[in-house]
């Protein structure tokens, strides 16, 4: 069992859509991160949460401790979103890494 | 933000070979460094913790020998890919910050091996 879990795998939305990727893991951490990488391989943090909730234009990131789950929110999307999305865990000691989401935003 | 530098982005070898691939963080002291693998359209991959004065924490199933992991100072770690074979063809990247807890992490822009 992976200590990290994404959902959906791909993706594929019209652009404009709202879109929710989901992350569960079964560790203890101290930190989740949301990572967004393009196709040319590069990878952006988007988030790190602990706690709560974050946002940053268009792109909105939860997590609930208790449930041990975090989504990532996209609003209006847009084709350039179109990218692999990896949610990740820190556990002080350790990272876990997600599968990853592939999202593709049609125009 | 902080700014990781990755080199170099691409580079193809012969079958037994050694490639080093370095990682600077440009605008920071990065004490701890961490180097990833990645397959195609899977995940990344964490292959070990580089941290800056003392050996590299490898993960379970890592050659240690095999990838040599360097971090000579604080803004500067490398890995060398010895004797290098096709199975080791892989994208590579590497990620830094100050402070692993409460921070952000910080990828180079990853380099492709291609092992011929």
């Known amino acids: 069992k992976n200590e990290v879990e994404q959902s959906p795998q791909n993706l594929t939305a019209q652009e404009g859509e709202f879109i929710t990727i989901n992350c569960s893991y079964s560790?203890?951490?101290?930190?989740l991160h949301w990572l967004q990488q393009h196709p040319g391989g590069g990878i952006v943090s988007l988030f790190m949460?602990?706690?709560g909730k974050k946002k940053h234009g268009r792109l909105i990131a939860t997590i609930n401790i208790q449930e041990k789950h975090s989504s990532l929110h996209i609003t209006a999307s847009h084709p350039r979103d179109s990218a692999v999305y990896i949610c990740?865990?820190?556990?002080?000691?350790?990272?876990?890494f997600g599968t990853g989401t592939s999202l593709t935003v049609i125009p | 933000g902080a700014v990781v530098s990755q080199h170099p982005s691409w580079v193809i070898c012969k079958s037994g070979t050694s490639v080093k691939i370095e990682c600077r963080s440009l605008d920071f002291q990065a004490t701890t460094m961490f180097w990833y693998r990645q397959f195609p359209k899977q995940s990344l991959m964490l292959m070990a913790t580089?941290?800056?004065?003392?050996?590299?924490?490898?993960e379970q199933g890592v050659e240690k020998d095999k990838f040599l992991i360097n971090h000579a100072s604080l803004t500067l770690s490398t890995l060398t890919v010895t004797s290098a074979h096709p199975e080791d063809s892989s994208f590579y990247i590497c990620?830094?910050?100050?402070?692993?807890?409460?921070?952000?992490?910080?990828f180079g822009s990853g380099t492709q091996l291609s092992v011929l």
């Open positions: 580089s941290n800056e004065g003392s050996k590299a924490t490898y």
């Open positions: 990740a865990v820190n556990t002080g000691n350790q990272f876990y």
């Open positions: 949460l602990s706690s």
């Open positions: 560790v203890g951490i101290s930190a």
């Open positions: 990620s830094a910050n100050r402070d692993r807890v409460r921070e952000k992490l910080f």
